[in-house]
């Protein structure tokens, strides 16, 4: 597509809830982040996957948290049991390779805004 | 660990002013840095920086990096309301290859 697309755009869910938010890249970009903007904060990097190379999960902040790229394209990231301190708004980025390669570095979706309550 | 520190934290000025916004960072293997302007929840690409004191400059925006001292600024002259954002700093280590770490943003508020 033209850009990143993610859904839905706003999710509200009861705590303990499970949810899933998608994100589709631009295609023929080898490259998929995901990040989340709690209010008042950065961008707190969160998963990466690039090509069929294992992803970087490092930035996963509990093991509620997991995320899958099926076919090298569409990810899904999954929270199981849903808390308060889980609301935020979740963006996917997409780029064709390193931030240096690609001179307009990584391109954006819209997010997904989770409030869990 | 590598961390990026924006500031002010938010800036409130009027149409016309003239506005510079900071970025420092500590990275173990500077790749680049990057600054983003987000209006609603998607950023929007601005500017990347590799060198030290080379202007990048789009319309009223500008921006420059200095290595040596690790920070990066961002200027905006004669704002408008249209500015209204937060701009995000982001940078890319080399020994983390793809990942950026971003600051927490300045909110940027430009009244009439």
């Known amino acids: 597509g033209a850009g990143v697309s993610q859904s839905p755009s706003n999710k509200v869910t009861e705590k303990g809830k499970d949810v899933e938010l998608r994100c589709d890249p631009i295609s023929g970009h080898t490259a998929l982040y995901w990040y989340r903007q709690s209010l008042g904060q950065g961008l707190e990097f969160l998963i990466y996957f690039q090509g069929n190379s294992a992803p970087d999960k490092s930035g996963l902040p509990s093991d509620r948290f997991s995320a899958e790229r099926t076919g090298g394209s569409v990810s899904t990231l999954t929270i199981q049991r849903t808390q308060q301190e889980d609301s935020a708004v979740y963006l996917c980025a997409s780029s064709s390779g390193s931030a240096l390669q690609s001179s307009y570095g990584y391109t954006f979706g819209s997010g997904t805004r989770l409030t869990v309550v | 660990e590598d961390k990026v520190v924006q500031s002010p934290l938010s800036l409130v000025v009027h149409e016309g002013d003239t506005v510079t916004l900071n970025c420092s960072y500590e990275?173990?293997?500077?790749?680049?840095l990057l600054w983003y302007k987000q209006e609603k929840k998607a950023p929007t690409f601005l500017f990347m920086l590799?060198?030290?004191?080379i202007e990048k400059k789009s319309g009223r925006l500008s921006s420059i990096l200095d290595k040596k001292e690790l920070f990066s600024i961002l200027n905006i002259t004669a704002t408008q309301t249209g500015d209204s954002a937060i701009y995000l700093c982001?940078?890319?280590?080399?020994?983390?290859?793809?990942?950026?770490?971003f600051g927490t943003g300045t909110r940027l508020q430009v009244f009439p």
């Open positions: 982001a940078v890319e280590d080399e020994d983390n290859t793809d990942k950026l770490i």
């Open positions: 590799t060198s030290s004191g």
């Open positions: 990275v173990t293997n500077f790749r680049s």
